[in-house]
């Protein structure tokens, strides 16, 4: 008998993913557990095995094929010795792969922007209307229509002062299609004035981020929240952590302290480790930490799951294995899906201070800026000390802007002092 293998769901919001690779071809025999393709979904790429044995009668979709819908037949399995040429082949609409895009492709000119429609006046002509040039041009810039303008010039001429006293609180239905704008859309699309350009399809992944962030930033109220944080002995505390563990090959990194930070203050406020759900909220139990991972095709949130409850070291491991993972698109859905909060550091590339935008339906992110050397005041006196700028992004819905500033105020306090988060 044959088996119909389908398109599976990854995850469970996957609804459609495209079918990147296929490992195995037609007459190939597999067994339960092999590998038979590569599935690429919104946030990552992922091996697909067979639960049956048998033989590959007909691959159904092609590799490269987008937008498969879960649940299509994408190949058939026959058994040992059957002949797949008695198997009845379902009929399925493939989805073409795409098409490879030049190098330096000219995109199409769009059409272009309807031209501002001017409202159009009477010729001056006897049996029409009479106005003189200056009376026509302050009719087209007040929206005058002068068809119901008696003239006071000779011969019943429109004149300046016609124009003057006339209402225009009413323009005609020419001058006010003037003023509509050209839809965004359009707009948008007769940016590129024909200069040359590459035109790049963008993947599900960045969909997906253009998606929820707009999203984000159009339904989420954002406040912001921050604090600079003296960074000398949690520098210090890392130097003796990683002298100590370098027997068993382990080098923290200030973010993993970070991370132990937030999610130790995310303890301390309870407040803040929630999540908005129209007319309820989730008040979570337990600290998972998103942090931002960049890689290759867009932004990834693995997930550090209890990291108030876990050691840096531990953290630290975790967060090399997701990284690794996440650049090579092999994380599992639960390992990027879910998490309490974020954390985001952009320490790296210098910049000093920035405020990102709530991972919805997340209800608070951090954001790291650079570590640096600054002018501070210590014991009443200006020093020079290491120091960072967080700023903790909030969805006034659920977080008081009050509750904000006591997370704030712990995570700067775990910071200076963080001997009081390994305890």
């Known amino acids: 008998m044959s088996i119909n293998i389908q398109m599976p769901a990854l995850s469970p919001t996957m609804e459609e993913g495209t079918l990147a690779k296929w490992l195995v071809k037609e007459g190939d025999a597999v067994s339960a557990g092999d590998l038979l393709a590569e599935i690429e979904t919104d946030k990552a790429t992922m091996e697909f095995e067979a639960i049956d044995e048998g033989v590959i009668a007909k691959i159904m979709i092609p590799e490269g094929a987008e937008n498969v819908k879960v649940g299509t037949v994408i190949a058939i399995l026959v058994e040992e010795g059957e002949d797949a040429s008695d198997v009845a082949i379902p009929k399925v609409t493939a989805p073409t792969a795409p098409a490879a895009a030049s190098p330096l492709a000219v995109a199409p000119k769009p059409d272009p922007l309807p031209d501002k429609t001017v409202a159009v006046m009477p010729a001056a002509s006897d049996d029409r209307v009479k106005a003189s040039p200056l009376a026509r041009r302050l009719a087209e810039q007040k929206g005058v229509d002068l068809t119901v303008l008696a003239g006071s010039g000779p011969g019943g001429r429109i004149v300046k002062a016609d124009i003057e006293g006339a209402k225009a609180d009413a323009p005609t239905p020419a001058a006010a299609a003037a003023k509509v704008p050209a839809p965004v859309s359009q707009a948008i699309a007769a940016q590129d004035f024909g200069i040359p350009h590459e035109v790049v399809k963008l993947s599900g992944m960045r969909k997906t981020i253009a998606r929820r962030l707009t999203e984000s930033k159009q339904t989420v109220p954002h406040i912001y929240l921050t604090v600079d944080i003296r960074l000398d002995a949690l520098l210090k505390l890392r130097g003796e952590l990683n002298a100590s563990l370098d027997s068993r090959g382990v080098k923290l990194s200030v973010n993993d302290l970070l991370i132990k930070a937030l999610a130790v203050s995310l303890v301390h406020v309870p407040e803040c480790n929630v999540q ?148």
């Not at 998490?339 to 709530?358: C, D, H, P, R, Y």
């Not at 020093?383 to 008081?400: E, M, N, P």
């Open 276 to 423: 908005f759900a129209g007319d309820t909220m989730l008040q979570f139990s337990r600290v998972d930490i998103s942090v931002a991972v960049s890689i290759p095709s867009g932004l990834i949130t693995p997930i550090i799951i209890d990291a108030a409850g876990k050691g840096v070291s531990a953290i630290s491991a975790g967060m090399k294995d997701l990284a690794g993972r996440a650049k090579e698109g092999k994380l599992q859905p639960n390992e990027y899906q879910g998490g309490t909060a974020s954390l985001s550091n952009m320490g790296m590339f210098g910049i000093k201070q920035f405020e990102a935008v709530i991972n919805p339906p997340q209800g608070m992110i951090m954001a790291i800026g650079a570590g640096e050397k600054r002018p501070y005041v210590i014991d009443d006196s200006l020093q020079i000390a290491s120091v960072l700028s967080a700023t903790g992004s909030f969805d006034h819905r659920a977080i008081d802007g009050a509750d904000g500033a006591r997370l704030m105020q712990a995570f700067k306090e775990y910071c200076e002092k963080p001997l009081g988060m390994l305890a």
